[in-house]
């Protein structure tokens, strides 16, 4: 029985999609016409998903190259893409110091290191072998920076405890520091400049490779943080964001306790009352994440509005057509009722076109949409993909849209009177 049922619905089901076919294939330019709405909308979603994976999983692979266990206390709030919008709360905080860093170290169970870092962020000029580094980053932190902040050192050495003590004149410089200043000659025992001031070279840093947000760490210096004060006052004695404390714990499990620690201990230090809030920030890449996801989730927002109105167009135009189709058909409509066709048949035969013209929008959206990945890919370092769940999701949604806008022009196919359309002209 149910065999026999099952052959009844294929035979239907395929003499309805040869009659859309048909249909379609008369009216070529129409059909196309009217699923375009359908394929700027489907093409929209895939698109999108494709965009804000690939936006997504580059900023987490972004930020695990700092280190996934990185916890960063800092001045600063931490924004993500907003540069520094500073508040004047955040003017008046005191600067973190060396001595909280070391403080840290001291008194927190869960902390495995501490790096109290500088940063030089106007433009130093870093010069070596005759030629000039563009845009470089240079940095002043001790002996725990590289692990802080998830750096391989491939040739040489680490800065040393003894190095941050004598702030001796040592540096250790990234992979595009080493091919620009000295083009395939090895670095090491070299001498380098920073806005004047000489340093040699003692390690370099394993490629970590850009970033879609623009960065390359790839062309950082760092020196001892008692040389870069030594040589940098200025940062030192400014009140702008200053001391950056990097902390990692003693395992991946420990981060929360460690905010909460390090948290604690520079509450202490700088005797914020209970009830007041932090004088400081935490970064974490957790953090930093979910504003990412904020960010991405509003452009999300826009571009799924923009799609749900080219698919309302698109699906107004397929009621249309379908409408202008019964028109057309009623002496065909009139013919198959009078041979016995029921008003079910009518229907599920209209709804049939109008969902395979979705259909066919639909997929070509899909199509659309996967090539956008394929190009986002080629020509920039997002890792766009799409996953099949949005493939599932464009093509179900544009047979819906099939469905729920043809519901009115196949009832109105089946309620035809017989005698009426057969005497239609």
Known sequence: MSRRIYIVLRRVLAENLRFAVIAIMAHKLRAFLTIVGIVIGTWTVIGMVALVTGFNRNAEASFSS?????????????????????????RTRPDLTVED???????????????PERYFWGAPKVKGNGEEMNAPTVAGGNQNYAICNNWVIRDGRNITELDVLHATDTAIIGEDVVQTLFKGKDPLGR???????????????????????????????????????????????????????????????????????????????????FNKANDFAVWTSEKLIEQMTAVTAAISGVLVFVAAIALLVGGVGVMNIMLVSVTERTREIGLRKSVGALRRDITLQFLTEAMTLTGLGGAVGVALGLLTAVVIRTVSPLPAETPLWSVGLGLGVSLSIGLFFGIYPAMKAARLDPIDALRYE
Not at 107 to 113: D, G, I, K, Q, T
């Open 66 to 90: 700092f280190g996934a266990t990185l916890v960063q206390f800092q001045k600063w709030e931490p924004r993500f893409g907003g540069g520094h919008r500073v508040t004047e709360e955040e």
């Open 101 to 115: 860093a070391e403080a840290i170290q001291r008194l927190s169970p869960s902390v495995l290191a501490v790096s």
């Open 191 to 273: 001498p380098i400049t920073i806005n004047g001031r000489r340093v040699f070279v003692v390690g370099v840093f394993e490629k970590k490779g850009s970033s879609a947000f623009g960065g390359n760490p790839d062309t950082i210096v760092v020196i001892p943080i008692t040389t870069f004060d030594k040589y940098f006052p200025q940062i030192k004695n400014s009140r702008g964001d200053t001391i950056h404390i990097a902390t990692i714990p003693r395992s991946p499990e420990l981060v929360e306790r460690l905010v909460e620690e390090g948290t604690n201990i520079l509450r202490a230090r700088r005797k914020v009352p």
